[in-house]
Nanobody
Framework: QVQLVESGGGLVQPGGSLRLSCAAS????????MGWYRQAPGKQREWVAT???????DYADFVKGRFTISRDSAKNTVDLQMDSLKPEDTAVYYC???????????WGQGTQVTVSS
């Protein structure tokens, strides 16, 4: 079992930055993949970014060049640095992990990000 706890959400103006963190209850380097999803009001949850156990990263086209996913071994977190934020980035952001054998999906409780002037 893995518990995931997100932090770092909030209100930011367009063009601003936020950094989200996802703390895991197990060593993040033992988790197969970790990533971020988001869900805006009235829309389906969508994938944002992923980092694998080997450190490979991938991003949805709509965040490429603006968001960066990384791991912090000291804090045992997976972070999402979000720059050049747009109003359409407003959503609840969820941390996701694939862990164990067989693979199981785990989700955090979500953190609200609001981009507005």
């Amino acid at each position: 079992q893995v518990q995931l706890v997100e932090s770092g959400g909030g209100l930011v103006q367009p063009g601003g930055s936020l950094r989200l963190s996802c703390a895991a209850s197990v060593n993040i380097f033992s988790i197969n993949t970790m990533g971020w999803y988001r869900q805006a009001p009235g829309k389906q949850r969508e994938w944002v970014a992923t980092i694998t156990r080997g450190g490979s990263t991938d991003y949805a086209d709509f965040v490429k060049g603006r968001f960066t996913i990384s791991r912090d071994s000291a804090k045992n977190t997976v972070d999402l640095q979000m720059d050049s934020l747009k109003p359409e980035d407003t959503a609840v952001y969820y941390c996701h992990a694939v862990y164990g054998w067989p693979n199981r999906n785990y989700w955090g409780q979500g953190t609200q990000v609001t981009v507005s002037s």
